[in-house]
C-alpha cells in the first residue's frame, strides 16, 4: 500500500482505550473483504493446475451451500397455506 | 492530484453519511471499495454512534476533525510500526515525518531462534518499546501492523500494558496484485 494514501483505507479507530474490541473489528473487516486468505494463500506459490481445482471446488461448494440453505429454510419456514381449505 | 483524491474522498464519505444517516439496512455481507465498505461497516454501530459521536473511521487527511490526542492531530501522532513475520516481530517508532526514534525486536530482547517467534516475545519486546518511548516522551500513538505472524496481536496488548495509548490500528499487510513468485509449496 504504499503508493496509496496513508491511514485511510484498512484502519480502525480505538475506542476508550479498547484495543481488543478494535483488533476484532479489523480482523472481521479483514477476513470480510478476503484478505486475510489471500495473505495466507500467497504465502507458498500456488500451482496454476491447483489453483483450477481450488477455483473448481469453491464453485461447486458454493452451489451447493446456497441449495442445502434455501432447503432448509423452506423445510423449517413456520408460515404455511393450508392445504385442506374448506373441509 | 492529491487535493483531487481528497475532493472525491470527501464527497463519497458525505455521501455515504447521508445514505447511512437515512436508515438504510446494509448487511454485513456487503462487499465494496475499502472507504465505502468502513462507511456500511459503521452504518450498523449507528445507534452507538449517534450517541456516542465515535467513527471507526480515522479523520481523513482533508478534513478537519476536532479530534486531539495530547494537543497533537491526527497526522502529528508518531506512528509505531510491526513487522510481525512468522519466525520474529519487529517494532519501530518514528514521528510523523518518518525519523526513527526506537526500535526494538524480539532478539533485541534475548530471545534466540525458535523463542523469537512466539507472543510472549513480541509482548516483552513490545513492553521495552512502550518504555523507551515513553522515557523520550511520547503517549498517544497509531499503529500499523504489517504481517500474519504470531507476535500480532500480543505486540499490541504488550504496549498498552507498557502504558502507551494506542488510538487506531491500520493494517500494512503487503498484497501483491499476482507480482513476486512466492517459494515453492511444503511438502510435509
Given at each position: 500500500m504504499a503508493r496509496h494514501l496513508r491511514f485511510?483505507?484498512?484502519?480502525?479507530?480505538?475506542?476508550?482505550?479498547?484495543?481488543?474490541?478494535?483488533?476484532?473489528?479489523?480482523?472481521?473487516?479483514?477476513?470480510?473483504?478476503?484478505?486475510?486468505?489471500?495473505?495466507?494463500?500467497?504465502?507458498?506459490?500456488?500451482?496454476?493446475?491447483?489453483?483450477?481445482?481450488?477455483?473448481?471446488?469453491?464453485?461447486?461448494?458454493?452451489?451447493?451451500?446456497?441449495?442445502?440453505?434455501?432447503?432448509?429454510?423452506?423445510?423449517?419456514?413456520?408460515?404455511?397455506?393450508?392445504?385442506?381449505?374448506?373441509? | 492530484m492529491f487535493k483531487l483524491t481528497c475532493s472525491i474522498v470527501n464527497s463519497l464519505s458525505t455521501a455515504c453519511r447521508q445514505a447511512s444517516t437515512k436508515g438504510t439496512s446494509f448487511s454485513r455481507t456487503f462487499h465494496g471499495t475499502a472507504v465505502g465498505f468502513q462507511e456500511v461497516a459503521a452504518s450498523s454501530k449507528d445507534s452507538s454512534e449517534a450517541s456516542r459521536d465515535f467513527s471507526h473511521f480515522p479523520p481523513l487527511p482533508g478534513h478537519d476533525s476536532p479530534l486531539r490526542w495530547g494537543g497533537k492531530k491526527f497526522e502529528e501522532l508518531p506512528i509505531l510500526h510491526i513487522k510481525a513475520t512468522y519466525n520474529n516481530t519487529h517494532i519501530q517508532l518514528t514521528d510523523c515525518e518518518g525519523q526513527s526514534l526506537?526500535?526494538?525486536?524480539?532478539?533485541?530482547?534475548?530471545?534466540?531462534?525458535?523463542?523469537?517467534?512466539?507472543?510472549?516475545?513480541?509482548?516483552?519486546?513490545a513492553?521495552?518499546?512502550?518504555?523507551?518511548?515513553?522515557?523520550?516522551?511520547?503517549?498517544?500513538?497509531?499503529?500499523?501492523?504489517?504481517?500474519?505472524?504470531?507476535?500480532?496481536?500480543?505486540?499490541i496488548k504488550g504496549l498498552t500494558m507498557g502504558g502507551l495509548e494506542v488510538v487506531s490500528i491500520t493494517d500494512n499487510t503487503p498484497v501483491p496484485h499476482n507480482g513476486c513468485r512466492p517459494r515453492k509449496a511444503r511438502r510435509m
Open positions: 485511510v483505507a484498512r484502519t480502525v479507530m480505538v475506542q476508550d482505550g479498547n484495543v481488543d474490541a478494535a483488533y476484532k473489528h479489523l480482523n472481521r473487516v479483514l477476513t470480510q473483504d478476503g484478505i486475510i486468505e489471500t495473505v495466507k494463500r500467497k504465502r507458498y506459490f500456488e500451482k496454476p493446475c491447483r489453483e483450477r481445482q481450488r477455483k473448481n471446488y469453491e464453485n461447486c461448494k458454493r452451489i451447493y451451500d446456497t441449495e442445502m440453505a434455501r432447503k432448509i429454510a423452506f423445510i423449517s419456514r413456520t408460515i404455511r397455506t393450508d392445504p385442506w381449505v374448506g373441509s | 526506537v526500535r526494538t525486536s524480539c532478539g533485541t530482547e534475548g530471545f534466540k531462534n525458535i523463542k523469537k517467534s512466539t507472543p510472549v516475545a513480541a509482548q516483552t519486546a513492553i521495552s518499546a512502550a518504555a523507551k518511548a515513553t522515557a523520550k516522551g511520547v503517549t498517544f500513538v497509531r499503529v500499523i501492523v504489517k504481517g500474519l505472524g504470531p507476535g500480532r496481536l500480543s505486540a
